[in-house]
């Protein structure tokens, strides 16, 4: 039986187990990680205990963070919540808890996080250690330190440096999703943190305003909006809160950001609805496709050097792909009678789309950027609709009306464990999930 001594002020662990799933353990070399071989077969526990004799408001934000980083690690459906052994620790000795790492690994958990929370000059000081629990080896040691209205932030800036150590890859903790909602009898965009925490209204038009879109750097918001009586695209500064406008004549629907200097959308005001390149204040860079049809909802790859939308040139709309260098375009979608709403995943490999099928009905499927593996995401389940990624790729989020008005939902990028984000009033509907974390 194994044994590790570290002084602790209030007592913070976390257990995973990834059960018949081998580690690759960090090493010494920067860049290692541990990575979890099989997806969703991962199990995590995670105890966070009040301080033995410190402060009642230690203790306050102990179980705050105890909260807090569960339900965070719990929103990203990489592990599951398990009960730490009873026999984990022994407190005999406050300066010194032994943690028995024998007990640990007799549950099948691999690796452990343990810390401490304190007060110093009056800000939080969260400091926890990860190790592997089969020889102890540390993984990683870090202090987390705030004021008492960042405990969200000093608990997902843990889980994010937790996930990343684990995976490889970066997490959503830091991200934000905005979306347009009525509650107020308006249609108007609000924004929230990853998981619907923090909401907050972006626009007040007390008209309609539909489709936002976040510039990579989260400086810059697209969207279209009717207060001049038509569809007219707006870019709204969210630093200096200034907003520009397109001009142009005729409609301006449906932004996509290519860069931070650069928006796709819709303009008709030279006859067809075409897409246009445009500038964040409000010019016009160039246009992007000349064809017969109508020509919406642009989407780009990573490098921004292709771009996914939706044609009617064949007749009813499907998903095209365009190279932006070259301007040839290929059809990437064939099913159903209408495939709309594209999303290019982070990783570039895949797109996400909705689709009417012949039964009226409204779903959200996912292909690969080459049109092979065509994969249904959502089914039985009302209208799902406006897909978007989580900026890691490993989540969607999406617009369903499954519990009659329109909510906002999110899913793995495999479909499974499909959940409501948002507890709010009136309709939530086309989100968009920034790839820019605060």
Not at 154 to 165: M, P, R, S, T
Not at 370 to 390: A, I
Request: with cysteine; glycine share 8%.
């Amino acid at each position: 039986m194994r044994f590790f001594r570290y002084s602790m002020l209030c007592s913070f662990f976390v257990l995973f187990a990834f059960f018949s799933v081998p580690l690759q353990l960090a090493a010494a070399e920067p860049g290692d990680y541990i990575a979890i071989r099989k997806e969703g077969s991962g199990k995590i526990a995670l105890v966070l205990n009040k301080p033995d004799s410190q402060g009642r408001k230690e203790g306050e934000w102990a179980q705050s963070l105890n909260t807090i980083v569960r339900d965070g690690l719990d929103f990203t459906s990489l592990f599951t919540l398990i009960s730490s052994p009873v026999n984990v620790k022994d407190f005999s000795d406050k300066k010194n808890v032994v943690i028995n790492f024998g007990a640990l690994n007799s549950i099948g958990a691999e690796v452990y996080a343990g810390g401490t929370v304190s007060k110093k000059s009056g800000n939080i000081n969260f400091e926890v250690e990860v190790f592997e629990t089969a020889s102890a080896k540390p993984l990683l040691k870090k202090i987390y330190t705030g004021k008492e209205e960042q405990l969200r932030s000093i608990g997902h800036a843990f889980c994010e440096d937790l996930i990343e150590l684990l995976t490889g890859k970066k997490s959503v903790f830091g991200s934000k999703i905005v979306f347009v909602s009525n509650k107020t009898g308006f249609k108007e965009i609000y924004q929230s943190d990853f998981d619907g925490h923090g909401v907050e209204q972006l626009t007040n038009s007390h008209s309609i305003s539909l489709t936002p879109s976040l510039s990579p750097d989260g400086r810059y918001l697209a969207y279209t909006d009717f207060t001049s009586g038509r569809p007219a695209l707006y870019i709204k500064n969210l630093v200096d809160k200034k907003t520009s406008a397109v001009t142009k004549s005729g409609v301006s629907i449906a932004p996509c950001w290519r860069n931070n200097n650069e928006v796709a959308t819709t303009l008709s005001y030279e006859g067809d609805q075409e897409i246009y390149l445009i500038k964040p204040d409000g010019s016009i860079s160039r246009r992007v496709t000349f064809s017969r049809g109508i020509d919406v909802s642009p989407t780009f790859s990573p490098d921004g050097s292709k771009m996914a939308f939706v044609s009617s040139r064949n007749g009813q709309p499907q998903i095209f792909i365009q190279d932006l260098q070259s301007g040839q375009a290929r059809r990437l979608s064939f099913n159903g009678r209408y495939n709309t709403q594209p999303s290019w995943s982070p990783s570039g490999d895949k797109i996400v789309f909705s689709t009417m099928e012949g039964r009226g009905t409204i779903d959200l499927f996912v292909i690969n950027a080459d049109g092979s593996e065509l994969r249904q995401l959502t089914k039985n389940s009302g209208e799902n609709e406006h897909p978007t990624w989580s900026p890691n790729g490993e989540m969607i989020v999406f617009s369903s009306t499954r519990q009659g008005k329109k909510k906002l939902f999110v899913m793995d990028a495999n479909g499974e464990n499909q959940r409501r984000l948002l507890q709010g009033d009136g309709e939530e509907m086309q989100p968009a999930w920034s790839v820019f974390r605060r």
